[in-house]
């Protein structure tokens, strides 16, 4: 199992021990310094802090600062056989177990895009709700149905995580590496393709539902599930009495509005409401402006922030 390394950091005075702990967890093709691409003042790591907040930032298992194993070399093909059900099962829950070990209390938790998907499935199966104190997610992603990407629509039905891994022998996406670049050269020449934000365009997807991993042969998906077709998580498992904050965006290619309105149906109708369930619909933004949008303080981290404190 590859580490996934969290970073903490703390600004101001005060023992860390007696700040509120907050774990950022980061989206697809990208790691845990997406989240401080902004100045200090427009960072939510750096706005955190200054409000008296403990803050981690995780990153994923393969990214630059995420790249140690016990045995495995990265350059090996063994090294990248995983899919991202292992960061739910495993690495998403190590991390949390770190942070509660290291500050002594349950953090708030904060994620955009993947980082959302992962939370939610972990929460569908009882994983990760009774060490957090609630979570914040942005863009949240649990079904795809209504993506409208082309370069997303066109490598979801290509099954892009075997093609690119098995057929093309490439373990890690590496966007400047020759094989991705001649891969991603070949669907941006399809009519319609745009190619210019790979960040939003690209995912992998299968029928709009959020499944485990998918061996495509049925006889794997049988010894591994007992059924041919992979089991879907069911957002609406996830415990009602969890609070949970979700803002999303009329602009988001990807987290598209009615596919949000998809998983606030699962929720709603096993019981998530009152303070236990805070949406925020914000039609001017985009899939990367909760992360890296100038106006994302004042529209959506003052809002997470006083959402936390309501759960301190």
């Known amino acids: 199992m590859a580490t996934s390394w969290a970073c903490k950091g703390s600004r101001g005075g005060g023992a860390a021990a007696a700040r509120q702990p907050v774990l950022l967890q980061h989206g697809v093709l990208v790691d845990g310094m997406t989240w401080l691409l902004g100045s200090p003042e427009e960072s939510l790591p750096y706005i955190l802090a200054d409000q008296g907040f403990d803050v981690w930032i995780a990153n994923n298992r393969g990214t630059r600062w995420s790249s140690r194993h016990v045995s495995l070399d990265p350059k090996s093909r063994s090294y990248w056989n995983w899919s991202w059900d292992d960061i739910v099962v495993n690495d998403m829950p190590a991390i949390v177990d770190y942070v509660c070990s290291h500050t002594g209390q349950k953090p708030h938790y904060v994620g955009h895009s993947m980082g959302t998907l992962v939370a939610l499935a972990a929460f569908s199966e009882g994983r990760m709700v009774d060490k957090l104190k609630s979570a914040a997610l942005l863009s949240p992603v649990a079904y795809l149905s209504h993506i409208t990407t082309p370069i997303g629509v066109v490598l979801a039905k290509a099954f892009a995580g075997e093609l690119i891994s098995d057929l093309l022998g490439i373990a890690e996406f590496n966007p400047a590496s020759p094989q991705v670049s001649n891969l991603v050269r070949t669907f941006c020449r399809k009519p319609g393709m745009n190619c210019y934000d790979l960040l939003t365009s690209f995912t992998a997807v299968?029928?709009?539902?959020?499944?485990?991993?998918?061996?495509?042969?049925?006889?794997?998906?049988?010894?591994?599930?007992?059924?041919?077709?992979?089991?879907?998580?069911?957002?609406?498992?996830?415990?009602?009495?969890?609070?949970?904050?979700?803002?999303?965006?009329?602009?988001?290619?990807?987290?598209?509005?009615?596919?949000?309105?998809?998983?606030?149906?699962?929720?709603?109708?096993?019981?998530?409401?009152?303070?236990?369930?805070?949406?925020?619909?914000?039609?001017?933004?985009?899939?990367?402006?909760?992360?890296?949008?100038v106006c994302a303080k004042d529209l959506v981290y003052n809002d997470v922030i006083s959402f936390f404190r309501r759960f301190h």
């Open 206 to 293: 299968r029928d709009g539902v959020l499944t485990k991993y998918d061996y495509v042969m049925p006889d794997a998906n049988v010894a591994r599930y007992g059924q041919a077709d992979p089991p879907a998580y069911d957002m609406g498992a996830i415990p009602a009495w969890f609070p949970l904050f979700l803002s999303y965006g009329g602009r988001d290619s990807l987290s598209d509005p009615a596919d949000v309105a998809l998983l606030l149906d699962d929720l709603r109708r096993r019981g998530h409401a009152g303070d236990r369930l805070t949406v925020q619909y914000l039609p001017q933004l985009a899939h990367a402006d909760f992360v890296i949008g």
